[in-house]
């Protein structure tokens, strides 16, 4: 059987971080600091919030709820992103206004998930090149809000192959990661969101590579605890991959790189 992988997008493949800064900058200036949520986030926030009108609870009382369950995970944001208090910067509700204006420019971006940078240049090319070779399925997955133009499905497809990847399966899935991971009954999976590494260990036999660039040893150790390997690149990930890969036939080998790697 091929091994089956699963990338993750935004974070591990495409530099989101860098476009929402960009815009971010256009729309209040050099000294905005707000930290990019993860795409997943705010989709997550978007279906809530569809979902929420859908069933006819846009009443004064849920707003108002809403509007206060916001600030609290704003703040909580804040204090985590740059230490902040709230004296000194924004108020999260000014916070929460600055943010969705700058999805809101997102959103109304023609292609916007076709116009992002790779994170590492040749990545998507060697993924490619080592799907090939190795014969592995491989898929991407992603929960990227809608923008105006093609489908975030089409998008997605169309940055991969310009990237090097002709052929890509995409998957744009909301929900639990880790149930899609256990359902595509993948052997690995690449994700540079800590949560959607936990659901995937929590709900499927997938062992998960944790893309952190800035992680300390403290991360690093919380996550190998967990069962959650880690590398601190999709370059480093690929080398590790290509290992597990070669030695997949001879588990004394394969338990060797799982110990260093962090899988349990
Ligand atoms: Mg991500």
Redesign the pocket.
Same mark, same amino acid.
């Given at each position: 059987m091929p091994l089956r992988i699963g990338f $993750?997008? $935004?974070?591990?493949l495409a530099d989101f971080a860098s476009a929402f800064l960009e815009i971010e900058t256009r729309l209040l200036g050099p000294d905005a600091h707000i930290s990019a949520d993860?795409?997943?986030v705010e989709e997550e926030r978007e279906s809530a919030g569809s979902r929420q009108q859908a069933a006819g609870s846009e009443n004064e009382a849920g707003s108002r709820q809403q509007a206060a369950g916001s600030e609290t995970e704003d703040t909580k944001e804040d204090t985590k992103t740059d230490g902040n208090t709230e004296a000194e910067g924004p108020s999260p509700r000014e916070l929460r206004r600055q943010r969705d204006a700058i999805w809101n420019a997102i959103r109304t971006t023609p292609g916007f998930w076709e116009g992002l940078k790779p994170i590492e240049e040749g990545a998507v090319r060697r993924i490619h090149e080592m799907m090939l070779r190795h014969r592995w399925e491989v898929f991407f997955i992603t929960q990227r809000p809608a923008t105006d133009g093609d489908t975030v499905q089409r998008q997605t497809q169309h940055w991969l192959v310009e990237q090097g990847f002709d052929l890509p399966s995409v998957l744009v899935l909301g929900g639990s990661r880790g149930a899609a991971a256990g359902a595509l009954r993948l052997d690995y999976h690449v994700? $540079?969101?800590p949560q959607?590494c936990l659901d995937v260990i929590a709900e499927s036999s997938v062992k998960p590579i944790l893309i952190a660039p800035d992680a300390d040893d403290k991360i690093v150790a919380s996550a190998r605890k967990l069962g959650i390997g880690s590398a601190r690149s999709i370059s480093v990930c690929l080398d590790i991959l290509e290992e597990a890969t070669t030695v997949r036939a001879e588990p004394r080998l394969l338990a060797r790189i799982a110990a260093l790697v962090g899988w349990k």
């Open positions: $993750d997008m $935004d974070g591990v993860r795409p997943e994700d $540079d969101s959607n």
